[in-house]
């Protein structure tokens, strides 16, 4: 999947000579103060780059994507640059049409609500409608509500996202995301925890077939995924999270004497296990990452 973004940004850079880079920035020191506008000025193939900031908007919806063929991304990720629906309004609207070439990428996503009789109450972060089909990469969505589909609704429509995150969503049908009629989205590298729904707390399909791959779904409310889906592999889909507790080689919960012996037994190798800092081999530095968390995982 990186491979196949990389492509896609090439294709912006070869097929669009005259292509523009504007530059969004909420204390003013850029071409736009707020991402709409930016949006509203691009045409396609054009870069749209947000500084670090809190974005947040006036209409509907925070930022409606308009069916251009831009690459939106962040200038330092996620973590530093947040979409703000503030409560009252959806984050971020598709619905003419976009591709692939639609690209999203490093944003937080946060506070969106979606509201009133259907299909007003679809999409609190997000809503993909009319064939639209964007690309979202390294995006976080969080604490956004709608009836359906409280981090993302989809209603024939495909997105693609890879290394995104739903947490803290909330929603009647699909907390974390819901899938209407003809969507068929692929998640890669994507996590799904902490989402609340009555039907679909992590995700919600109906009359659709998603295609999860190396996907974690866990730890939602009231289950993990109400719907038919597509297993790609590497998938885990449990109520309750595993433990992120890498030194802890056998799995058994507490970092001991058992991963200590695993570390001296694998001494040396490669493609083992026991690399705990995924190096490439089994040496000394992992040793001392044993060492440095034992007892019990938390």
């Given at each position: 999947?990186?491979?196949?973004?990389?492509?896609?940004?090439?294709?912006?850079?070869?097929?669009?000579?005259?292509?523009?880079?504007?530059?969004?920035?909420?204390?003013?020191?850029?071409?736009?103060?707020?991402?709409?506008?930016?949006?509203?000025?691009?045409?396609?193939?054009?870069?749209?780059?947000?500084?670090?900031?809190?974005?947040?908007?006036?209409?509907?919806?925070?930022?409606?994507?308009?069916?251009?063929?831009?690459?939106?991304?962040?200038?330092?990720?996620?973590?530093?640059?947040?979409?703000?629906?503030?409560?009252?309004?959806?984050?971020?609207?598709?619905?003419?049409?976009?591709?692939?070439?639609?690209?999203?990428?490093?944003?937080?996503?946060?506070?969106?609500?979606?509201?009133?009789?259907?299909?007003?109450?679809?999409?609190?972060?997000?809503?993909?409608?009319?064939?639209?089909?964007?690309?979202?990469t390294n995006c976080i969505f969080t604490n956004n509500n709608a009836s359906y589909g409280g981090g993302m609704y989809n209603n024939n429509s495909s997105p693609m996202?890879?290394?995104?995150?739903?947490?803290?969503?909330?929603?009647?049908?699909?907390?974390?995301?819901?899938?209407?009629?003809?969507?068929?989205?692929?998640?890669?590298?994507?996590?799904?925890?902490?989402?609340?729904?009555?039907?679909?707390?992590?995700?919600?399909?109906?009359?659709?077939?998603?295609?999860?791959?190396?996907?974690?779904?866990?730890?939602?409310?009231?289950?993990?995924?109400?719907?038919?889906?597509?297993?790609?592999?590497?998938?885990?889909?449990?109520?309750?999270?595993?433990?992120?507790?890498?030194?802890?080689?056998?799995?058994?919960?507490?970092?001991?004497?058992?991963?200590?012996?695993?570390?001296?037994?694998?001494?040396?190798?490669?493609?083992?296990?026991?690399?705990?800092?995924?190096?490439?081999?089994?040496?000394?530095?992992?040793?001392?990452?044993?060492?440095?968390?034992?007892?019990?995982?938390?």
């Amino acid at each position: 999947m990186h491979t196949f973004r990389a492509v896609l940004i090439s294709i912006f850079i070869t097929s669009t000579a005259f292509a523009t880079t504007w530059t969004v920035d909420d204390e003013g020191k850029a071409d736009f103060d707020n991402i709409q506008a930016a949006v509203d000025a691009a045409s396609n193939g054009d870069e749209i780059i947000v500084m670090p900031g809190t974005y947040t908007g006036t209409g509907d919806e925070v930022v409606d994507m308009l069916g251009k063929a831009v690459w939106l991304h962040s200038s330092d990720g996620s973590e530093v640059t947040i979409i703000d629906g503030e409560g009252v309004r959806r984050v971020f609207f598709c619905s003419s049409g976009e591709t692939n070439m639609t690209i999203i990428e490093g944003m937080t996503i946060l506070g969106g609500l979606a509201s009133g009789d259907y299909p007003n109450s679809t999409g609190g972060g997000m809503r993909n409608q009319n064939n639209s089909n964007p690309t979202m990469t390294n995006c976080i969505f969080t604490n956004n509500n709608a009836s359906y589909g409280g981090g993302m609704y989809n209603n024939n429509s495909s997105p693609m996202l890879t290394n995104c995150t739903f947490t803290d969503n909330t929603g009647e049908f699909g907390g974390g995301m819901r899938n209407a009629s003809g969507s068929n989205p692929m998640l890669t590298n994507c996590t799904f925890t902490g989402n609340t729904a009555d039907y679909g707390g992590g995700m919600y399909s109906s009359i659709s077939n998603p295609t999860l791959i190396n996907t974690l779904v866990c730890g939602n409310t009231l289950d993990q995924i109400n719907g038919d889906y597509t297993d790609g592999g590497g998938n885990t889909i449990a109520d309750v999270c595993p433990i992120d507790c890498p030194s802890d080689i056998n799995g058994d919960g507490y970092v001991n004497v058992s991963d200590l012996l695993t570390i001296i037994d694998q001494w040396g190798l490669t493609n083992s296990q026991a690399d705990v800092n995924q190096d490439g081999i089994v040496d000394v530095s992992d040793l001392l990452i044993v060492i440095s968390n034992w007892g019990e995982c938390e």
